[in-house]
């Protein structure tokens, strides 16, 4: 969340109507009349133009104007697009596409120049440099940011400038973070020449470096990803021709405990100066750079095999990546009230994803090798419940290691625990089903063949019964009916009944089909029962007291999935009396103001039944990846959890 927006714009919490009005303003190019404004509202035009004088005065702390013309109306005046598009983002109009936005490219200029410098830099040079007039002070305070995640410092010296203060190790891994070595179209050129030359290379000479390495690595039992395998390459070059131009660095690296001698990545590393040194200059490295590069193969390792991770192979990194890993299943596991450590496969699964990371956290960076490319869910879209749990974990660890996860590695820790939570299978009852053979037995063939191909593992017997021979059944003896399309319109009073079309495909009869089945896992038996308020319409603009619902002594997790249809969850899974909750406003045919709006507080009783969690999360994921089947619900008042995937 973009924290410095959030405070700007916080005035229009709890503010509903203003909250609208600043809305339809920033959607609209073109200006809007009170009495457009009054009508989408739901107020008198008189109400508006007192509400546009507060909005003003308001939205004029937040840099931002509103301008009237007469007969036109009042329209939102942001001149710098740039924030126009931070704001749309923030408030989720809609998310901009590109990679690097002009801001990132001004912070990664800064970056490149503080970095290369051996001189402090002054603001007014950066300036002129970037084309500027503005003090720079937001895209200052992204550099700290990231500085912060290796330790460094950014020291400002008055009449001098800024220098960036730590050990050069940490200096340089900054350094080729900010090297965009992987782009599409790479150039070798970005506008400082004190930070190409940190790079500079032949191309050829780049083509059997590259060469050297792929042979050399193919050789070994280590593997790296494709990026890491680039970034490795990268750092190989950087010191040569750090000794090229004679430079002799002191890299400052922390005595840690760990023999790195003892690694393959060592004897990689080895091997592969060996090789480098018969074909070119300047391989001929101090036995610190060679330390260095062993640790950063080891955070570059792709560790895809189980057996390697071991203590013969990585020392003291395994008790601190079982520390780290237990960590993050104790939190899981409270947040979700299961035991998440009896799950062999996520046991391994984030032991290898926690060996690189334990080497950066004894080293004491968080290094982030995402080049841009991947961007982690930050909406709550999907999986809203495991990915709220899984951002406050990761603060946790914060706290608790003083290391941040990498967009990259939340990706991949969010996944493990996506593949544990998917791997919880419920159990269901098989169904006993009838077919009515209104049009002859044989005419059901088809449909037959398909249920016992496709679903026989939820069948447990299924026949075909013409109508006068159910009539003449003293009792229900089936859970489900199933009939040709045409007896809609006929008179079937068997229930529940599935209607099937004719002439569909084998595939869209097994896709028509699978609802039926949703029956047997019993959601309803497991789940609370669904129950329906109305919010009284005085809310459409205040703060609807949804705490006046909380039980007593309960505290709720909060999730919000914004949007035009903005859904709020209010989770509680240790209750003592359950309850599944959803609270909306009455739909009258009317639109309502930046679309409807729905609170779900939901009351369940986990205690360890991994069957009741993986259910309510299929719920939730259903609801927000399909918010219309949440409308509808409410406006139907369904109870049965099934039509949410039918």
Do not use: W
């Amino acid at each position: 969340m973009d924290i410095d927006l959030s405070n700007k714009f916080g005035f229009l919490d709890g503010k509903a109507r203003f909250k609208a009005l600043f809305l339809l303003l920033l959607r609209s190019e073109a200006y809007m009349t009170s009495e457009r404004l009054a009508a989408e509202l739901g107020v008198t035009s008189r109400t508006i133009k007192n509400d546009i004088r507060t909005l003003k005065e308001e939205l004029a702390k937040a840099d931002l104007l509103i301008i009237s013309k007469q007969s036109q109306g009042y329209k939102l005046e942001i001149t710098d697009k740039e924030y126009e598009n931070r704001i749309k983002e923030f408030f989720q109009i809609y998310q901009p596409r590109t990679i690097d936005t002009e801001f990132d490219n001004r912070v990664q200029y800064i970056l490149r120049r503080l970095l290369s410098s051996h001189l402090p830099v002054k603001v007014e040079f950066l300036q002129y440099e970037l084309n500027v007039s503005y003090p720079l002070s937001k895209e200052l305070q992204m550099v700290k940011k990231i500085l912060f995640d290796y330790n460094l410092l950014l020291a400002v010296k008055p009449h001098y400038g800024m220098l960036v203060k730590g050990p050069a190790f940490k200096k340089i891994m900054l350094t080729i973070r900010i090297y965009k070595y992987f782009d599409k179209n790479p150039t070798g050129d970005f506008g400082i020449k004190e930070y190409n030359k940190l790079f500079l290379y032949e191309r050829m000479d780049m083509e059997i470096i590259r060469k050297i390495f792929y042979e050399t690595i193919t050789q070994s039992r280590i593997v790296f990803s494709d990026i890491n395998a680039e970034r490795f390459i990268i750092y190989f070059v950087y010191f040569r021709n750090q000794n090229l131009d004679e430079n002799e660095i002191e890299l400052e690296l922390p005595e840690i405990a760990f023999d790195y001698q003892t690694t393959e990545e060592f004897e990689l590393v080895t091997q592969l100066i060996k090789n480098l040194q018969q074909e070119f200059e300047g391989f001929h490295f101090t036995e610190d750079v060679i330390q260095f590069l062993t640790y950063i193969a080891v955070i570059s390792t792709d560790l895809y095999r189980f057996k390697d991770c071991s203590v013969e192979n990585y020392d003291s990194l395994i008790a601190l990546a079982e520390e780290t890993r237990n960590f993050l299943l104790k939190k899981l596991s409270g947040y979700l009230q299961i035991d998440a450590f009896d799950s062999e496969v996520c046991l391994k699964d984030l032991l290898k994803i926690m060996i690189p990371i334990s080497m950066k956290i004894k080293l004491g960076v968080s290094d982030c090798v995402d080049l841009g490319y991947r961007n982690i869910r930050d909406s709550n879209e999907q999986d809203p419940f495991l990915l709220h749990v899984m951002k406050k974990i990761c603060q946790q660890f914060q706290q608790q290691y003083g290391y941040t996860f990498s967009e990259n590695e939340e990706h991949m820790i969010f996944s493990t625990f996506l593949l544990m939570l998917n791997r919880i299978e419920l159990d269901h009852r098989k169904l006993r089903l009838a077919i009515i053979a209104i049009d002859g037995r044989l005419s059901t063939q088809q449909l037959k063949f398909n249920l016992q191909h496709h679903f026989s593992d939820y069948i447990e017997r299924i026949e075909t019964r013409v109508l006068y021979e159910l009539d003449s059944i003293a009792y229900n003896t089936y859970d489900y009916y199933l009939c040709a399309n045409y007896g809609k319109n006929m008179n079937i009073h068997y229930s529940p009944i599935y209607f099937a079309e004719e002439g569909m495909t084998e595939l869209e009869y097994v896709d028509s089909l699978k609802h039926i089945f949703l029956d047997a896992f019993d959601y309803n038996k497991k789940m609370p029962e669904m129950r329906y308020e109305e919010i009284e319409p005085k809310y459409k603009f205040n703060h609807f007291p949804i705490e006046a619902h909380f039980q007593y002594g309960c505290d709720y997790e909060y999730i919000e999935v914004p949007g035009d249809i903005h859904i709020h969850i209010y989770l509680h899974l240790t209750s003592k009396k359950e309850a599944f909750k959803i609270f909306s406003f009455p739909q009258n045919g009317s639109a309502q103001i930046g679309g409807d709006e729905y609170y779900l507080l939901i009351n369940l009783n986990v205690n360890g039944d991994k069957q009741k969690l993986r259910m309510l999360l299929d719920i939730l994921n259903r609801m927000v990846t399909d918010k219309n089947k949440l409308v509808r619900l409410c406006k139907e008042k369904q109870t049965n959890y099934s039509q949410l995937f039918i």
